[in-house]
């Protein structure tokens, strides 16, 4: 199952996919940059200079706003965000 849903109060779209047996793979997307789930290679994302910021271990959209950035590239550093940081804070710097 694919869910998709717009993220109250910024503009950012959230893309979930329900996985088998597994955590759901989410990420939220926004005008400049993304916050992913633990699923996606952060090395590709760095190598194609994508404004990333990885928030793992989560399982809907409000725990990936509420718990903390734990990887962001280059590029989202250049943004502003910071490792700690909630995802909610990144992704109001990557819209």
Known sequence: MIEISQIE???A???KVTMP???????IRGARGVLFC???????AERLG???AIVSGVKNFEEMLDKPVT????KAN??????????R????LLV
Request: proline residues 5%; hydrophobic residues 45%.
């Open 78 to 87: 250049e943004l502003g965000v910071k490792l700690g940081m909630s995802g």
């Open 50 to 52: 994508l404004a990333a």
């Open 21 to 27: 047996g597994a955590p759901p793979l989410i990420l």
């Open 71 to 74: 990887y962001s590239t280059r």
């Open 9 to 11: 109060n910024v503009n």
């Open 38 to 44: 633990g699923y996606l290679n952060t090395e590709v």
């Open 89 to 92: 804070d990144a992704l109001n």
């Open 13 to 15: 779209v959230g893309i």
